[in-house]
Nanobody, 123 residues
Framework: QVQLVESGGGLVQAGGSLTLSCAAP????????MGWYRQAPGKERESVAR???????NYADSVKGRFTISRDNGKNTVYQRMSSLKPEDAAVYYC?????????????????WGKGTLVTVSS
């Protein structure tokens, strides 16, 4: 079992910046992709950004040009720099790790989710 450790959420004024981080501790030798999702009250969880081991990235249209996802493969950690934050960016942000291969674990890897970190944006 891998427990993703998220940090970096908080309260920020509109136009401000925050950086989220998510680490996947343990005897992990491969994580195919890592990313961030968010869920605002009354809305469905949506994908925000994703990055593969090779560094290929995908962003939701709503955050392109404002959010930057990066990854430290050696530390199994993903970061998301969020700039020019808007009130509509407020949500609980969840880290996702796709196909995590753990020493002694199942072939094919397992997906994991973090518990979420709250981002509040004041107008």
């Amino acid at each position: 079992q891998v427990q993703l450790v998220e940090s970096g959420g908080g309260l920020v004024q509109a136009g401000g910046s925050l950086t989220l981080s998510c680490a996947a501790p343990g005897l992990i030798y491969r994580i195919d992709a890592m990313g961030w999702y968010r869920q605002a009250p009354g809305k469905e969880r949506e994908s925000v950004a994703r990055i593969t081991t090779a560094g290929m990235t995908n962003y939701a249209d709503s955050v392109k040009g404002r959010f930057t996802i990066s990854r430290d493969n050696g530390k199994n950690t993903v970061y998301q720099r969020m700039s020019s934050l808007k009130p509509e960016d407020a949500a609980v942000y969840y880290c996702n790790a796709e196909s995590v291969w753990v020493v002694g674990g199942p072939v094919g890897g397992t997906d994991y989710w973090g518990k979420g970190t709250l981002v509040t944006v004041s107008s």
